[in-house]
């Protein structure tokens, strides 16, 4: 077996570093390691793949000893990696790296370029408390950092599939903030299910106990951008993981969910 390799990045603990353990009672059970993650599409330079939810990309010094996909994927493949693309934790679908410093950043490049295009898909609350917003709109209400300054944010939403009280709706962003989707998605009426930090607790709960929706629905499922290198066209595609498709088949199912309202 091949022994993992230590991050390059020098902010964030090794593996492999003598960090003090943690005092467990004798019955407690190891914690499981995280399963190798689907590779989407490799190359000399880089890699993507398809990050589920709940797990870091990166740890960070509120997370030193938790599983996180820089040290999964690092050690699955057994190369050094260069991360340049960030997922919320909460959020599932394609996540880049770089297998050098100027592969990321050509990547980076490329996906921070006017004719690349970040799709996700979310299932929201619909209509919501905006219908004038009809069926495709864009939100370009700036969004604060973490300095409280206000910073230029855009993000097309287009309706997919239209169930009573919700949507599957298609999220392109053309900017990179924080929780970008969830803040506009938030301010156009229409947070997305599943979101403990910009939604609503008691319609979450209530997905959660009806349709066994586990976490946020959102899931990166295609990136188009210039190869990096060569400069054609490089799609990728991640299709919804089988805790969110579940989800879409119960509502499909339920007479009470399952089509839009008749026009009046």
Request: glycine share 6%.
């Amino acid at each position: 077996m091949t022994a993992p390799l230590p991050d390059p990045t020098p902010t964030e603990p090794l593996a492999d570093s003598p960090l003090p353990a943690p005092a467990v009672a004798p019955d407690t059970p190891a914690p499981q390691p995280q399963p190798p993650l689907r590779v989407i599409h490799q190359e000399e330079d880089f890699v993507a793949v398809s990050k589920p939810s709940g797990l870091l990309v990166h740890r960070d010094k509120h997370h030193p000893d938790e599983a996180a996909a820089l040290q999964v994927v690092r050690d699955q493949l057994g190369k050094f990696l260069y991360p340049f693309h960030r997922l919320d934790r909460a959020t599932s679908g394609i996540l880049l790296f770089g297998f050098s410093s100027d592969a990321a950043a050509a990547l980076q490049a490329s996906l921070s370029a006017e004719d690349a295009h970040k799709d996700y898909l979310a299932l929201m609350r619909w209509p919501g408390s905006n219908r004038e917003l009809g069926d495709s709109w864009l939100c370009d209400r700036p969004l604060q950092d973490e300095k409280d300054i206000p910073r230029e944010a855009r993000t097309q939403f287009t309706l997919v599939e239209q169930f009573r009280l919700c949507a599957v709706v298609r999220c392109r962003i053309f900017t990179g903030r924080y929780h970008q989707i969830r803040r506009h998605a938030n301010h156009s009426g229409r947070h997305i299910l599943g979101d403990s930090t910009h939604g609503k607790g008691r319609i979450n709960a209530a997905f959660r106990d009806k349709f066994g929706l586990p976490r946020l629905f959102l899931h990166l499922e295609r990136v188009s951008m210039r190869h990096p290198t060569l400069g054609t066209h490089l799609e990728l595609f991640d299709p919804l993981p089988m805790d969110l498709t579940s989800v879409l088949d119960r509502l499909r199912a339920d007479p009470s969910f399952g089509c839009p309202p008749s026009p009046s």
